[in-house]
C-alpha cells in the first residue's frame, strides 16, 4: 500500500513552508531568464514568431535530396578521413604527452604523500613543479578547444596542421589531468605496503599506482578519442580542415545538399567509431591481464603477445593518418611555422585594457552569459515537451495490449517520431546548429540562443525520458487503475519523483552550455566569440587576448557553479 | 637487539581531536624472537606495527631498529632499512590488476635500482624470476603463478602477502592481525606458515593476534597491550587463557566505566586515517 504512494510531493505541493522552498529555483531561474533578456538585446519574440520557425523549416526543406553525386561524395569521404585522422594523431600525441604530465601532477606522489597520517617524507623538491603542471593544465583547459584552433590558424595558417595541434594541446590538458586523478584515487593499502618494504617513487608508480589504473587509463583514452572526433569535425567551422570546413564552404556556397551529405558521413564516423570503440572496450575486458594458460615473460612482453593484432591496426591507421592530418616533415620542419607561432604568442601577450573596450567586454560577456541562459531555458522547455512522448510507461504496456490495432499504431507513432526527433537534435553538434540558424535569423545573439536550445532540447530530453522511465512506477500502476491517462499518469506519478533529477540536468547542462556560448559566435552566435573572431580576422591580437581572458573567466566560473558544494547551495 | 622501543609515544590530531594511540611503551625484540602481541581493538597495535616499519614517526620516546634511529635517518638510509623490515597486513594490501608473481616480484622493489625495476617490469631477470617462484613454493601457491590476485581466495591471498615478504628477504617480519579475516583453521594454517617460514630463514616474527588461543599456541613470548600501554610481557609458559582474557575484560570495564566502551574516537578519525582507530581519548 504504502509503496504505490508518491514518495515526494509535487513541487506546487500546498503543504506549509514547503511551498515557498518549492518556488525558490524556478523564481530565481525565472529573474535570471528576464534580466537575460533584457540585457542581452535579443527579442524573445523573435523566438515564438511564427516567420523563425518557418524560415528554419524552410532551410531543413531545401537540405533534401542530400547530394550523392560521385565527386562530391569523393569530397565528403576525404574530409571524414581528414577529420579522422585529425583526432587519431592527436589523441595519440595527447596521451603519450599527458601520460608523464599526469604523473608529475599526481597529488600523491609529490604533494601530498600517499596517506593522512604518515607524517613527514611525502614532501618531494618536486612538489612545486607538481603544483605548477597541475594548475598549469588548468589555465590550458579554460580555454575552448575551438579557440585554440582559432589561434593556431591564425599563426600557422589555415588547414588540418593547425587543427591537429589545437586538439593535441587541449586534450593533453584534459587528459594530464584525468591521468592524475586516476593515479590519485587507486587504492592505498598496497601503496603503503610497497612504501613500507622500501620502493622508490618509480617503483611504487610502476608496480603499485600503475598496474591499478591501467583498465581505467585505457578506457578514459578511448572515451577522449570519442570526443576528440567530435571536436574534430566541428574545428574545420575556423578553417582547420575536415568536416567542418567542407560544412561551412558549402553553407556559404547555398549548396544546402552537400551540407546533408556531409552531415550523414558525420552521423556515420561517429557512428563508426563508437562501434570500433565499444568492441575494443569489450576485447580489452574479456582479456584479463593474465590467466592461468597464458606464458612467461614480464608485463611488456604480455601485453604485446596478447593485442598484437590490435597493436598492428593501430600502427598502420595511425601511420597512415599522419599525411591527412597535416603532420608531414615539410609542415613541421618549415622553418617560418615556429617564427610565426613565436612571433604570434609574442602579440598574444600585450592585451588591451583600454577603459572603452574593456566596457564593451563586459557586455559581450553578459550576452555570452544570457545566450547561455537563454538557450538553457528554452532547450528544458523544449526538451520537457518532447520527453513526454518519448517515455514509454512501463506499466501502461500490457494495458495497452487491450487496446484496439489503430490506436496501438497511433501512439508508436507519437513514440518513435518523438524520439527520433530528439535523436536528431541531438546528433546536430551546437556549431552546425548555430550555421543552420544563423541562415534563418541571421548573425548574432539570437541565432545562437536558438541553436544552443535546439541541441540542449534534444540532449535534455532523452535524459527526462530517460528519468522518467526509470522513476518507480508502481504510482503508475496504481493510477492506471484508478482511471488516470498515462499523460495524466506521467504528471501526477512521474514528473514529481523524476523532478530533482531533472533539475540537477538542467543545472549541469547550463554550466556546459556557458561553455559553449563562449564559442558559439566564432560561427555567428554572437557574444564573446564573436567579437573574438572579427578580432583575429583584424589581426588585432590585443583585443584577442583580452577577449579570451574573458572566456577563460567565463569559464573557470562555470567550473566553480558545478562544484558539488555550490549545486547543493543552489538546489536548497 | 633488532628494536628497542623506549618510552616511545604516538599522538594523533590537534587540541579537542587530540587522542594517544601509543603511550610509554618500552619493549626490546632480540633477533630470531617470535613475539605476539594481543590486546583489544584500539589498544595501539597497528599504530605500534607502524612505528616498527617507519611508516608513522614516534611523537614521543626513541625507536631504535638495528641501533639506529628510524626518524633521524635520510630519505635513502631508510629505504634501506624498510627493505629489510617485511610488513603482512589484516588486508592483504596487495596490487590489484598486477598478477600473482609479479605482486611476489613486487617483494624486491627494495634491491633495484631504477634501470633493473624498468628491465624488470618489461621482462624479470632469471634470477629473480627463480626466487619468486621459490617464494611461492613455500607458501604452497606455485600452481597460481598466473592468476591475478583478486582472483585467488583470502587465505591465498593472504599466503601471496606472505611469499611477497619473502621475496623481501627481510630480517624481521611484523605481521598485523594477519589472520583476521581468515576462518579458525586457516587461521592456524597461516599462522604455523609463518612460523615455520620465520624459523627455517632465522627471521625475527612479530605478530599481532586477536585470538588468545592461537597466541598461546604459536608464540613463545606475548606482551599485551591495552590502550596503547603495554599491560604485561612474559614468556608464554608463564600466561594462561585466563589472564589474556582478562586483558580483554579488564580493558572493557575500564571503559566501561569512564563511558567510553569501544568508542571509535569520532572526528578525530578521519584526519588520521586508520591508524589511530578506536584509540583511547585521554
Excluded at chain 1, 570500433?276 to 593474465?290: D, Q
Excluded at chain 2, 628494536?3 to 594523533?12: A, H, M, P, Q, T
Aim: charged letters at 15%.
Amino acid at each position: 500500500m504504502a509503496q504505490t504512494l508518491v514518495k515526494r510531493a509535487p513541487a506546487f505541493a500546498d503543504t506549509k513552508g514547503g511551498s515557498i522552498r518549492a518556488w525558490r529555483l524556478p523564481a530565481f531561474l525565472a529573474a535570471l531568464l528576464l534580466w537575460a533578456t533584457w540585457t542581452s538585446g535579443i527579442d524573445l519574440r523573435l523566438l515564438l514568431s511564427w516567420q523563425t520557425w518557418a524560415a528554419l523549416f524552410d532551410f531543413l526543406r531545401r537540405l533534401f535530396p542530400p547530394d550523392f553525386s560521385v565527386s562530391f561524395l569523393g569530397t565528403a569521404l576525404r574530409a571524414t578521413w581528414m577529420t579522422f585522422a585529425t583526432a587519431v594523431i592527436a589523441t595519440t600525441a595527447s596521451s603519450l604527452v599527458a601520460l608523464p604530465l599526469g604523473i608529475l601532477a599526481s597529488g600523491r606522489l609529490w604533494r601530498t604523500g600517499i596517506n593522512a597520517s604518515t607524517n613527514s617524507r611525502t614532501h618531494s623538491w618536486m612538489a612545486p613543479l607538481s603544483w605548477l603542471v597541475l594548475h598549469g593544465m588548468g589555465v590550458v583547459r579554460s580555454i575552448p578547444d575551438l579557440v585554440w584552433a582559432l589561434l593556431f590558424v591564425a599563426g600557422i595558417g589555415l588547414g588540418p596542421t593547425a587543427g591537429t595541434l589545437a586538439l593535441a594541446v587541449s586534450y593533453t590538458a584534459l587528459l594530464g589531468r584525468v591521468y592524475a586523478d586516476v593515479f590519485d584515487e587507486t587504492d592505498v593499502r598496497p601503496i603503503e605496503a610497497l612504501e613500507a618494504l622500501g620502493a622508490t617513487r618509480l617503483q611504487v608508480f610502476l608496480f603499485g599506482i600503475l598496474p591499478q589504473s591501467r583498465a581505467l587509463l585505457t578506457s578514459y583514452t578511448l572515451y577522449s578519442f570519442e570526443c576528440s572526433v567530435r571536436s574534430a569535425a566541428v574545428l574545420g567551422f575556423v578553417g582547420a580542415g575536415g568536416l567542418g570546413y567542407e560544412i561551412s564552404l558549402s553553407m556559404r556556397l547555398f549548396e544546402f545538399p552537400q551540407v546533408l551529405t556531409l552531415m550523414a558521413c558525420f552521423v556515420l564516423l561517429l557512428f563508426l567509431v563508437d562501434l570500433v570503440s565499444r568492441g575494443l572496450r569489450a576485447h580489452l575486458k574479456e582479456n584479463p591481464e593474465t590467466s592461468s594458460e597464458s606464458t612467461r615473460g614480464g608485463v611488456l612482453q604480455q601485453h604485446l603477445r596478447r593485442h598484437w593484432l590490435i597493436g598492428l591496426v593501430s600502427a598502420a591507421i595511425l601511420l597512415l593518418s599522419l599525411s591527412p592530418a597535416g603532420i608531414t616533415p615539410q609542415s613541421l620542419l618549415q622553418s617560418d611555422t615556429a617564427r610565426h607561432l613565436v612571433r604570434f604568442a609574442r602579440q598574444l601577450l600585450s592585451p588591451e585594457t583600454s577603459a572603452s573596450f574593456l566596457r564593451e567586454v563586459v557586455r559581450l560577456a553578459l550576452q555570452t552569459i544570457s545566450i547561455s541562459v537563454i538557450g538553457t531555458a528554452t532547450g528544458a522547455a523544449l526538451g520537457l515537451l518532447l520527453s513526454l512522448p518519448a517515455t514509454r510507461l512501463r506499466a501502461a504496456r500490457h494495458e495497452s495490449l487491450d487496446r484496439s490495432w489503430s490506436r496501438r499504431v497511433q501512439s508508436e507513432a507519437v513514440f518513435w517520431s518523438a524520439r527520433m526527433t530528439l535523436n536528431l537534435l541531438r546528433a546536430i553538434p551546437e556549431l552546425v546548429w548555430v550555421l543552420i540558424c544563423v541562415i534563418a535569423v541571421g548573425f548574432g545573439p539570437f541565432a545562437g540562443s536558438i541553436a544552443l536550445g535546439l541541441h540542449t532540447g534534444g540532449v535534455l530530453g532523452k535524459l527526462f525520458a530517460e528519468t522518467l522511465e526509470e522513476s518507480p512506477q508502481e504510482q503508475v500502476e496504481a493510477m492506471l487503475a484508478l482511471g488516470a491517462s498515462p499523460l495524466q499518469c506521467i504528471f501526477w506519478a512521474l514528473l514529481p519523483q523524476a523532478w530533482p533529477m531533472m533539475r540537477r540536468y538542467v543545472l549541469l547542462r547550463w554550466d556546459m552550455n556557458l561553455r559553449a556560448a563562449t564559442i558559439l559566435g566564432l560561427v555567428g552566435g554572437g557574444g564573446l566569440g564573436q567579437a573574438l573572431y572579427n578580432d583575429v580576422q583584424l589581426a588585432d591580437y590585443g583585443k584577442v587576448s583580452t577577449l579570451i581572458a574573458a572566456v577563460m573567466v567565463l569559464v573557470i566560473g562555470s567550473d566553480w557553479l558545478s562544484r558539488p558544494s555550490a549545486q547543493l547551495e543552489v538546489q536548497t | 637487539m633488532i628494536y628497542s622501543l623506549n618510552k616511545v609515544g604516538k599522538e594523533f590530531g590537534e587540541g579537542r581531536h587530540r587522542s594517544v594511540a601509543v603511550r610509554d611503551v618500552t619493549l626490546h625484540v632480540s633477533p630470531g624472537e617470535q613475539i605476539t602481541l594481543v590486546g583489544p581493538s584500539g589498544s595501539g597495535k597497528t599504530t605500534l606495527f607502524r612505528l616498527m616499519n617507519g611508516s608513522l614517526l614516534p611523537s614521543s620516546g626513541k625507536l631504535l631498529y638495528c641501533q639506529t634511529d628510524l626518524a633521524a635517518m635520510s630519505h635513502r638510509q631508510l629505504r634501506e632499512s624498510r627493505r629489510r623490515i617485511g610488513s603482512i597486513y589484516q588486508q592483504h594490501y596487495l596490487v590489484a590488476g598486477m598478477s600473482v608473481l609479479a605482486n611476489t616480484l613486487s617483494g624486491a622493489l627494495g634491491r633495484w635500482g631504477m634501470v633493473s625495476t624498468l628491465r624488470n617490469l618489461a621482462s624479470p631477470s632469471a634470477v629473480e624470476m627463480e626466487r619468486a617462484e621459490r617464494c611461492l613454493e613455500a607458501v604452497g601457491l606455485a600452481d597460481k603463478r598466473r592468476f591475478r590476485c583478486e582472483q585467488l581466495s583470502g587465505g591465498q591471498q593472504q599466503r601471496l602477502a606472505i611469499a611477497r615478504t619473502l621475496m623481501q628477504e627481510p630480517e624481521v617480519i611484523l605481521a598485523d592481525e594477519p589472520v583476521a579475516s581468515l576462518d579458525p583453521v586457516l587461521s592456524n594454517e597461516i599462522l604455523e606458515l609463518l612460523v615455520r617460514l620465520a624459523e627455517e630463514t632465522k627471521v625475527t616474527l612479530l605478530t599481532s593476534l586477536h585470538q588468545v588461543d592461537l597466541a598461546l599456541r604459536h608464540s613463545k613470548r606475548i606482551v599485551g597491550l591495552r590502550c596503547g600501554e603495554i599491560a604485561f610481557d612474559a614468556p608464554t609458559r608463564d600466561l594462561d587463557q585466563r589472564s589474556l582474557t582478562q586483558l580483554y575484560r579488564s580493558a572493557r570495564e575500564r571503559d566501561a566505566a569512564t563511558g567510553r566502551l569501544s568508542q571509535e574516537s569520532g572526528g578525530a578519525s578521519h584526519g588520521a586515517d586508520s591508524g589511530q582507530k578506536g584509540a583511547c581519548i585521554r
